[in-house]
């Protein structure tokens, strides 16, 4: 199975995107799927996870109530939204499979997506 991310770009703090991701082969509907992002110089983060149904969802800690993570089974899709967005979030963001809900440590990832850029102007 193969995941390509899209959506990125250069937005102003204060503004909403959502991010998406595609993916090909595979039963899609069984995968458990997450956000990562990775700004310059720093490690790729976890930032949400959602189930292979759809059903449940979780976000790093410190990102709560601005992130929303769905799912659309039908179409093979992940999707991120991220509203109030603050020069902070500038990060590549990359989504990934999880092959444990529960574990979202980027080691774990089994197969990542070509990350889309999201730049953050004050």
């Known amino acids: 199975v193969q995941l390509q991310a899209s959506g990125g770009g250069l937005v102003q703090a204060g503004d909403s995107l959502t991010l998406s991701c595609a993916a090909s082969?595979?039963?899609?509907?069984?995968?458990?799927l997450a956000w990562f992002r990775q700004a310059p110089g720093k490690e790729r983060d976890f930032v949400a996870a959602?189930?292979?149904?759809?059903?449940?969802?979780y976000y790093a800690d410190s990102l709560q109530g601005r992130f929303t993570i769905s799912r659309d089974n039908t179409k093979k899709m992940l999707y991120l939204e991220i509203h109030s967005l603050k020069p902070e979030d500038t990060a590549i963001y990359y989504c990934?499979?999880?092959?444990?809900?529960?574990?979202?440590?980027?080691?774990?990832?089994?197969?990542w997506g070509q990350g889309t850029q999201v730049t953050v102007s004050s």
């Open positions: 959602i189930r292979g149904s759809g059903s449940t969802s």
């Open positions: 082969g595979g039963y899609f509907s069984t995968y458990h």
């Open positions: 990934g499979f999880l092959p444990n809900y529960n574990d979202n440590r980027p080691s774990t990832v089994v197969s």
